[in-house]
């Protein structure tokens, strides 16, 4: 039963407010012509004048009243509009942070096996690197060696 009343209070709030404007100008005129009965009999013009004049500060003070309940009933309604979409956004980041992670750890799996592909390619290249080092070196080692003279041969 209460889930049936809290449920729509936004609704009811705005009827309610709609029904108090109604109630405020019948009140008000009632309440002009109580005044204006009960003053009869001493002033007939003041009775008019006071009469009126209740009546307006009555209306007035009733109309600001309904105006306070329909837009407090407006703040309810659109607080739980911006709660929506407030959880819709919220949804929505989760869901782009999980695909920009899952995104991440791809480009890093990718980078890994770059760095894996990398690795290989210079040990290999400093592998061909140090043959052909070592080549040049025994090179130059035996041009060295043909240059120099013997010596073992030359002084008997």
Known sequence: MFDAIFGRSV???KILAKVQCVLAFVLASM???AVHEMLKPFSRFSAIVLGLVVAVVFWVLQMFLAWAVYAFAELVEYT???HKELSNMSAGLARYTQATYEELHSMNKGLEAYTKAMGKTMNSMNKNL????KHCCAEEERARAAARPQSGNNNK
């Not at 140090?130 to 080092?133: S, T």
């Open 11 to 13: 609704k009811i709030l």
């Open 31 to 33: 309440l002009c012509g």
């Open 80 to 82: 739980k509009e911006t």
């Open 130 to 133: 140090y043959l052909v080092a």
